[in-house]
């Protein structure tokens, strides 16, 4: 019997998953809209558009991203070879000639012996077939609410509006404090205190900050979903007066910082991001604000000088499943054994980080057919660590996320020589790991 997977949607992440099934003797059905349907950010014919910039960011295994590069080269990942064989001059970054790296990709699955693409676009899943779903952040409204209804059980999450994250040792207690309002419960915030000069000069910098360019698409997503009445943009917020943002996220009632037994005239406060509490979000700041920009302004605030961002506040439209209890640890539904996801639906948020989900789900979807053992990779490894959150969430409601060491499982010691030091240690821990399983795949 011909062992057989679908997989839906050729952007990075399906046309990685296909690859990978493919090279294991798998024949991949991958089904494609384009170009007989277009969404509203997709121009080209060719698969794995990169639609937003060219650039795959650092090319470092002391960066969260440049590791997980590293462990997707290291197992014979497509898009990494496409990337390598187009790369552009950028520095330290991975950039790619957009054209060419579609081309590459595009010649490389359809000269595959053991893929065959149909142009055309899909509402619902056929029969029980083995499946992998990567139709990203644009679904068409059909096969969104075909998940919705029978897939998940849930409401799909139409837009993707965050606060930005920042690594808990980059913040500086000093100046900030840990506490609770009024004392309730455990002291579980990280609070940081401003004076009024200091909130004056951050709400002057705030309300001129430079905003991200709006799509036409996004555009028409906050207009449907009033999601400026729901979420409110905190610079948004604070042009509708000086003192608002005193009445709302940054009121200092019931904060007291016992050290000097006073009260701040205002206090940004910080919410565990997980559990070991390595990484917190910014409570009530979720932005549209550039990222230059959110860097810039929020380190303005007392205790986040030198605040390393693991994740950039966002506001665009994004259709994601609330994945935590609904995908295991191979980007597979629990609920029905053999349908996977891959990318940005998965709640992975960046290019490299859809190609990685790709890599997971399409390597399981092939063990499967294949009758052998899932691959779960452990937290260890940038790949593990994304599934990980993916299936287990952080530790409040979930939202998409990059790739960073936040959520990577931490070092049973404490590492001298600093962050890139620990960094160091990280990738060295994690490339030892990929190694272990290569030999295990090949």
Not at 277 to 299: A, C, I
Not at 399 to 423: C, D, Q, S, T, W
């Amino acid at each position: 019997m011909e062992k057989t997977i679908s997989v839906y949607g050729a952007g990075l992440a399906g046309c990685e998953a296909a690859w990978q099934a493919a090279e294991r003797g798998v024949k991949v059905r991958l089904y494609e809209m384009k170009p007989q349907k277009y969404t509203p950010a997709h121009h080209k014919q060719g698969f794995a558009e990169l639609v937003c910039s060219n650039s795959l960011r650092s090319d470092s295994v002391t960066n969260a991203v440049g590791l997980l590069k590293e462990e997707l080269r290291m197992l014979g990942s497509l898009i990494m070879q496409a990337a390598d064989a187009t790369r552009v001059p950028a520095g330290s970054a991975l950039a790619v000639d957009r054209d060419k790296f579609s081309e590459y990709i595009t010649e490389k699955i359809r000269s595959h012996k053991n893929i065959t693409v149909i142009p055309c676009e899909v509402t619902e899943l056929e029969g029980d077939q083995v499946t992998v779903i990567a139709t990203g952040p644009l679904t068409s409204d059909a096969f969104a609410e075909y998940i919705s209804r029978e897939l998940v059980g849930e409401g799909l999450h139409f837009f993707d509006a965050a606060a930005p994250i920042v690594d808990a040792e980059s913040i500086n207690m000093e100046i900030a404090f840990f506490a609770s309002r009024y004392d309730k419960g455990d002291a579980d915030y990280i609070n940081c205190p401003m004076t009024e000069e200091q909130y004056n000069a951050f709400w002057q910098e705030l309300v001129s900050a430079n905003e991200a360019e709006l799509k036409e698409f996004d555009k028409q997503s906050q207009k449907e979903l009033k999601v400026f009445e729901g979420c409110m943009p905190v610079e948004v917020m604070a042009r509708r007066g000086r003192e608002t943002l005193l009445f709302g996220p940054l009121k200092p009632v019931g904060l007291i910082d016992k050290r000097t037994g006073k009260a701040s005239h205002a206090v940004v406060q910080l919410r565990r991001e997980d559990k070991e509490g390595s990484m917190y979000n910014l409570v009530g700041f979720q932005t549209h604000l550039t990222f230059p920009e959110q860097r810039r302004v929020f380190r303005m605030i007392p205790g986040l000088e030198n605040a390393e961002f693991l994740r950039y506040g966002v506001m665009h439209r994004n259709t994601y499943i609330n994945s935590p209890g609904k995908l295991d640890g191979a980007y597979g539904l629990i609920a029905q054994k053999g349908v996977f996801f891959a990318g940005q639906m998965t709640g992975v948020e960046g290019y490299i980080e859809s190609a990685g989900s790709g890599f997971v789900a399409g390597l399981n979807a092939a063990m499967l057919v294949l009758e052998q053992e899932s691959i779960i990779f452990p937290r260890t490894t940038m790949l593990g660590a994304m599934a990980h959150y993916v299936s287990h969430g952080g530790n409040g409601a979930f939202v998409p996320m990059n790739a960073n060491f936040g959520i990577i499982e931490p070092l049973p010691e404490r590492v001298k020589g600093g962050k890139v030091a620990k960094y160091q240690k990280l990738s060295e821990r994690a490339i030892e790991e990929i190694r272990n399983i290569k030999e295990k795949l090949l």
